[in-house]
């Protein structure tokens, strides 16, 4: 046990390989342009809008599809099942989802330039409880727009779950919730990590 520690120890504490410095800031570069572009799309299709009404989510902010005024649709529909409206101001993750990833993009740069082995390991799991926390929020915020209805809305509808990935029925209403390219370059920035520790291993004995 006490080698093991020790050779654990001496693995953590070794310094980046070159290509294990280089893929990191690769990946870097790729989590800070994801954080930029959409990360999330919920669409609703119906036969009174076969075009269907979208919102698509950023890090920082909701855009809405028809330059903006399918939002302005879509909780008009919400005011009639109940629903409260869909602000951006509600959705505080946006505030400080930016701030967590300028800190990761900082700690990944420190580790880039004089980082070891442990840091990355440390980045790592910060990382992957930032992402099971965001999923999370998420998926409790849609939970509590579908339940938290109000009594006294013109259309009485049973509390339901909106879908988190995929498509259901809600009325009339086709609703589908999907990732998009934001979600799948931030997602890159956890194998980057990883191949960036692999580069840097040695034989520890």
Known sequence: MRRALAAMHRFLDQPLSIGGRILLLVGIGILAVGASLPVWRIE??????PEGL???MYTYKIAAGNNGNDLQEINLLNH???MKPIVQADFVEMRWIPFAVGAFVLIGLRAAVIGRVGTLVDLLVMFGYFTAFSLG???YRLYTYGHDLNPKAPMRIEPFMPILVGEQQIANFVQSSFPLVGSFLMAIFLP???GAIWLSRKEVR
Request: no cysteine; aromatic share 16%; net charge negative.
């Open 137 to 139: 929020t998420f998926a």
């Open 80 to 82: 009639y099942i109940g």
């Open 44 to 49: 609703l299709v119906a036969p009174q809008y």
């Open 192 to 194: 980057a990590v990883l």
């Open 54 to 56: 979208s919102l698509d």
